[in-house]
């Protein structure tokens, strides 16, 4: 019998928009490789984790449902390993996430933070929000119009309405970066980093890196664009990450989106072992202790 037993929680479906089979290969990746190391893993939903059916000490997860998220709060709060931590898939929905990055000095877009019943066109105006993004700031987004691109404060207005109207009552509007986006993937504490241009690679849950029409490819630092990452990855409190930034045309780097334990697409042959690798070893680290 193996000496390691894990609990893997796959994500549910509502959060895997257009990506749940993407979503689910990596996991089934990870899972393999740390089965291959002597591990024990058995598979459960969200829905067991909320009936109490998961004993493990050790739980690798992909969970966004907030019920999942408070219930792994407190198995961590107990003493379990839990990867990526309930804590930091918190802090990946947008608001927090917004508010630690910028608390943090981690290049991000300047933002409001704002109710979606509040009148905002006039302060949009104000700070020069000509072009910007609403975005659902109570949670992961799940539908394509929980991140919206506004192309006028008139219509930013009408947005957030339309938010307000649909139940979601805090929304963050970034201001619209130029430049070439990028996509990252990385596992900190680890030496694994990954970039892609999304046109290259056409990875995409929603289509709206159209908006940032043709790629430029304008040189940037690529080691300062890791060190960023592992620098958000650290204050956000996640292991597996990736996200998005936009390259200016004077090559600067701006995170815009974070997210905790995505789906690798572009990467996840290679990335699946590494990740069971820091798994493995955080493991280990654990013990020693």
Not at 256 to 264: A, E
């Amino acid at each position: 019998m193996a000496e390691i037993k894990i609990a893997g929680i796959t994500r549910a479906s509502a959060y895997s928009p257009n990506h749940i089979g993407n979503d689910a290969a990596i996991f089934n990746i990870v899972a393999d490789q740390l089965r291959k190391r002597g591990c024990e893993v058995t598979l459960y939903t969200e829905e067991q984790l909320a009936a109490g059916e998961i004993h493990e000490d050790i739980i690798v997860n992909m969970c966004r449902e907030a019920r999942s998220i408070a219930l792994l709060q407190k198995l961590e709060d107990e003493g379990r390993l839990v990867i990526n931590s309930g804590y930091g898939i918190d802090n990946c929905t947008r608001e927090r996430m917004t508010r630690i990055l910028i608390g943090c000095n981690i290049p991000y877009p300047p933002s409001l933070m704002v109710n979606t019943d509040e009148r905002v066109r006039d302060e949009l105006v104000r700070r020069g929000f000509r072009r910007c993004w609403i975005k659902r700031g109570d949670g992961h987004a799940i539908h394509r119009e929980d991140v919206s691109f506004a192309r006028h404060p008139e219509e930013a207005q009408e947005i957030l309405q339309e938010y307000f109207m649909r139940g979601i009552h805090r929304a963050v509007i970034n201001l619209h970066l130029e430049g070439d986006l990028v996509k990252f993937y990385g596992i900190r504490g680890s030496n694994y980093f990954s970039w892609f241009y999304p046109f290259e690679t056409r990875q995409s849950k929603f289509g709206n890196e159209a908006v940032n029409g043709e790629l430029e490819n304008i040189p940037f630092d690529k080691e300062r664009l890791h060190k960023i990452c592992d620098e958000a990855a650290d204050v956000l409190d996640v292991v597996v990450y990736g996200g998005d930034c936009i390259i200016s045309p004077e090559g600067d780097i701006q995170i815009i989106d974070f997210n905790d334990w995505p789906s690798f697409a572009p990467c996840r042959n290679e990335a699946g072992p590494q990740i069971a690798r820091r798994i493995m070893a955080m493991i280990k680290e654990r013990a020693k202790k």
